[in-house]
């Protein structure tokens, strides 16, 4: 069985697995597990790596929620561009683009490529309200054209999010199965390097937020849920790859360094959302005084509330 990479960051669980067999040969896989053999094309066989496969799925579903919670606060309190540093969005959506890069250089799993491109997508829901309450609360008049604008925008990304996987999936395997050995070599290298840009964005993005949240002394705004979730998913990531290491047959060494850009960003990103969940916990009682005189209403209009309701009312 190969020993294969999987450099996508924030999901990859960095297992061993078989690479898929041409059509005519049937794959070697008598007593692995079915349901992961079916669903992640990879064959596994021991206690170790059952294990390993079930703790990276519990990394992927954790991040795959992670924006979720943020995204819905934002809706609700319109508070986005208050709350949130636009270098943290910046940073988190060009650490998802260079995981997405590495992701199809190294022709992935497309359960990793899907997951990718919803971590893309939900970062661009995210950059979007930022944007959108930015200019919605900088204007003096109410625009209906931005809000049309806004959902036009999120409808189209939708669709694409639908149709983009199966594109790109098929894309990748024409060209990994008609390309030459040095081709391949030189994506997969491309791939790597992909995977430490991914790793120096992930830790970049950090500290504009923790910035942010010091200079107000609070934050007010943004979810715990995204850094708690973060943090599962990347302390779940790392002990699925330790996992691996006491049934695996080939090198340790080489295993762990091929892994190593992706367990430095994890147990980075981790240490530093230990920082941001001191954060907070010391500002939690700082909340600015229109929220404590006004606790049951909303500062900002949501997005999703009609204009001309608001006018009757």
Same mark, same amino acid.
């Given at each position: ?12 669980? +960095? ?16 007593? +692995? ?22 703790? +990276? ?27 949130? *540093? ?57 625009? =209906? ?34 390309? =030459?050995?040095?081709?391949?070599? *030189? ?20 500290? =504009? ?58 147990? +980075? ?25 006004? =606790? ?18």
């Amino acid at each position: 069985m190969a020993t294969g990479h999987l450099p996508t960051g924030r999901t990859s669980h +960095g297992l061993n697995w078989s690479a898929p067999a041409a059509a005519a040969v049937k794959p070697l896989c008598e007593n +692995g597990t079915p349901w992961i053999l079916y669903l992640l094309e990879e064959c596994v066989d021991n206690m170790w790596e059952y294990l390993s496969v079930v703790i +990276g799925l519990v990394s992927m579903f954790c991040f795959l929620l992670s924006t979720l919670p943020q995204v819905y606060v934002a809706y609700r309190n319109g508070k986005v561009e208050e709350a949130m *540093s636009f270098g943290f969005l910046f940073f988190l959506f060009s650490g998802d683009l260079t995981n997405f890069a590495g992701c199809y250089l190294t022709s992935q799993l497309p359960i990793q490529v899907v997951a990718v491109i919803f971590y893309i997508f939900t970062d661009l829901i995210l950059i979007s309200q930022f944007l959108y309450y930015k200019i919605k609360n900088n204007s003096s008049k109410k625009n =209906p054209l931005l809000k049309w604008l806004c959902f036009m925008w999120c409808g189209a990304g939708t669709l694409l999010l639908l149709t983009l996987p199966k594109i790109i999936i098929d894309s990748n395997t024409a060209v990994s199965a008609q390309g =030459p050995d040095t081709t391949r070599k *030189s994506m997969k290298l491309a791939g790597f390097i992909c995977g430490y840009m991914a790793t120096i964005f992930y830790l970049l993005s950090r500290f =504009p937020q923790l910035y942010k949240n010091f200079q107000r002394q609070s934050t007010e705004g943004t979810s715990y849920l995204l850094f708690a979730l973060a943090m599962m998913g990347n302390g779940t990531y790392g002990l699925s790859v330790m996992l691996v290491l006491p049934a695996l047959r080939g090198s340790k060494q080489a295993f762990i360094m091929n892994h190593l850009a992706w367990l430095i960003g994890s147990a +980075g990103v981790l240490v530093l959302d230990f920082f941001v969940t001191a954060q907070f916990i010391l500002y939690r009682n700082n909340r600015t005084s229109k929220s404590i005189a006004l =606790p049951s209403t909303t500062e900002v209009e949501p997005l999703l509330c009609d204009d001309e309701e608001q006018s009757v009312l």
